[in-house]
């Protein structure tokens, strides 16, 4: 069976959508906190469907440059979560708790030395995690593989921050691209710098024998055709993560690319869907291929999981 293109991790956030049962499929993205300023970032409350298959995030996008934790607390917060919500036997990967740079990430204007310190705490952080690797073993209660995750202001600094993360990557770890979940919102800002990075830190990626690649945050079709014509050549296989396959039928939206759907509404919740049984569990009642939002939702991470694994053909296919 071929490798599919690009693997989707589907980002969770709630334990139902619209009162139907989570329904991820076989790849999701967990974070420990959600929100991205002291007001908003809470405890990510999810429901992790048996058998899913989870990369943990470290929750490092929610931290603000002042509030974030050690190395240890920030690992700490992720091992705590993933027990407290039932799914740590079902983590694959664990991330590295990198420094967001504020200036890509929409924040405040900093002294261009704190971009140098967000790079070095980015490295200390693989470097750090690495040196848990064993430990993590037992934590999780079976093997665990790692996301060393880069960050950089520019190519060449991006390509200097990978330079010192690869060597604490183990043949079954990913390396991550971080800091460029915006590029779809920004591409007139964010998508020249997105390529001149990939560019420059893939092919070096290659000839170092990595063998995966995860983006986070990014399902926007021109940065995911440049990175993924990359990893092909060096033969890496390239993941992604985005909650935003399960929200867009929610806010009104359907669709990525060639198959968005300018002109789509936003489903209603049926009275099927809010069905409870005796003890005031949710039961939802809504037939398979009901036009449901619950049902939306699952099917358009499915489509989305679909776009993404055949992502060559399919977006060759328009372009005839």
């Known amino acids: 069976m071929p490798k599919p293109d690009i693997l989707f991790y589907c980002g969770l956030n709630e334990t139902n959508w619209s009162h139907h049962p989570v329904a991820p499929g076989e790849f999701a993205c967990v974070a420990p906190v959600y929100g991205r300023s002291k007001r908003t970032k809470t405890t990510n409350t999810v429901s992790v469907p048996p058998g899913t298959k989870i990369i943990l995030d470290s929750g490092a996008f929610s931290d603000t440059t002042d509030t974030r934790l050690t190395f240890e607390q920030a690992l700490f917060r992720q091992v705590a979560h993933a027990y407290r919500f039932g799914y740590v036997r079902q983590v694959t990967h664990v991330a590295s708790y990198d420094w967001l740079i504020p200036e890509k990430q929409g924040g405040i204007q900093i002294e261009p030395s704190l971009y140098d310190q967000a790079m070095a705490e980015t490295v200390r952080a693989a470097a750090y995690l690495a040196s848990m690797r064993q ?21 060449k600094q991006y390509l200097a921050c990978a330079k010192q993360i690869v060597p604490y990557l183990s043949p079954n770890d ?22 001149e990075v990939v560019r420059l830190v893939v092919p070096y990626l290659g000839s170092q024998g990595v063998k995966r690649v995860h983006v986070w945050g990014s399902c926007y079709a021109p940065a995911l055709a440049e990175l993924l014509s990359l990893c092909k050549r060096y033969a890496i296989q390239l993941s992604t993560d985005s909650s935003g396959a399960q929200r867009k039928p929610i806010l009104g939206q359907w669709g990525y690319s060639y198959w968005r759907d300018n002109l789509y509404k936003m489903p209603p919740i049926l009275e099927s869907c809010r069905a409870v049984n005796y003890k005031g569990y949710k039961v939802p009642a809504c037939a398979p291929g009901t036009r449901c939002r619950g049902l939306e939702r699952a099917r358009h991470v499915e489509m989305t999981r679909k776009w993404l694994e055949n992502f060559s053909e399919r977006e060759l296919i328009q372009k005839l």
Do not use: D, R, Y
């Open 135 to 155: 430990a993590t073993q037992g934590i999780f209660m079976h093997p665990v593989s790692l996301i060393l995750t880069a960050q950089g202001t520019n190519a």
């Open 174 to 195: 990913m390396f991550g691209i971080g800091g460029f979940a915006a590029t779809g919102l920004f591409p007139g800002k964010l998508l020249q710098p997105f390529k």
